[in-house]
């Protein structure tokens, strides 16, 4: 029995987001769960030293992805205004760094008010929902990724205060982090 993985550091997958984040536009990739992978081959390898005579043949076992990561690639939309594309590519990288709606709405040369307009138009949404889906995906990240404390996940995320996450993620979710985070988490049974 072997595990195969084609990824050069298997807990984070580097290799993926190193290739996928440097192409033009960024691809989207799937994220494999490692972790629980990991627990059924060590399932799989106690089942073999266990029974060594009656276990006989391949036991294949599969395991799903953890996430979908969403680059360029994916968008919903494609932005024919150079401007709002410009604006959503600001958002995308600087949003978890405490940037507001100002900032972004500096980028188009007209008005604040036809600035909202023309981003509402092209996006679906105001610049300030855009800037709280993208911090909301990157706290649901960190949370799946480990017990990392909340202050340092509300800094990760550009807020000043944890409370201020705690709020924001349950008016988004409807759900408290710890009980978003368990329902996520894979079965112990495998």
């Not at 580097?14 to 536009?25: G, K, R, S, V």
């Not at 629980?36 to 030293?49: C, F």
């Not at 706290?139 to 996940?153: I, V």
Request: with cysteine; glycine share 6%; charged share 25%.
């Amino acid at each position: 029995m072997y595990i195969q993985t084609s990824v050069t550091h298997v807990k984070t997958g580097t290799l993926f987001a190193d290739i996928c984040e440097h192409t033009e536009p960024a691809l989207s990739s799937v994220k494999p769960n490692f972790h629980h992978g990991g627990r059924l081959a060590a399932l799989l390898l106690e089942a073999r030293l266990r029974d060594k005579s009656r276990f006989r043949g391949s036991r294949r076992r599969t395991f799903g992805p953890l996430q979908v990561v969403r680059r360029a690639s994916t968008r919903k939309l494609v932005v024919q205004d150079s401007a709002v594309a410009d604006a959503l590519e600001l958002i995308r990288h600087e949003a978890c760094s405490g940037l507001s709606a100002q900032e972004v709405l500096k980028l188009f040369p007209c008005s604040r008010r036809q600035a909202e307009v023309r981003f509402r138009k092209a996006a679906g949404r105001s610049v300030l929902d855009e800037i709280h889906a993208v911090r909301l995906e990157f706290a649901k990240h960190l949370l799946s990724e480990g017990n990392m404390p909340l202050k340092a996940l509300s800094d990760f995320c550009g807020f000043d205060h944890p409370n201020s996450l705690r709020k924001f993620f349950k008016k988004q979710t409807g759900m408290t982090m710890t009980g978003w985070k368990r329902a996520k988490q894979p079965s112990e049974q495998c």
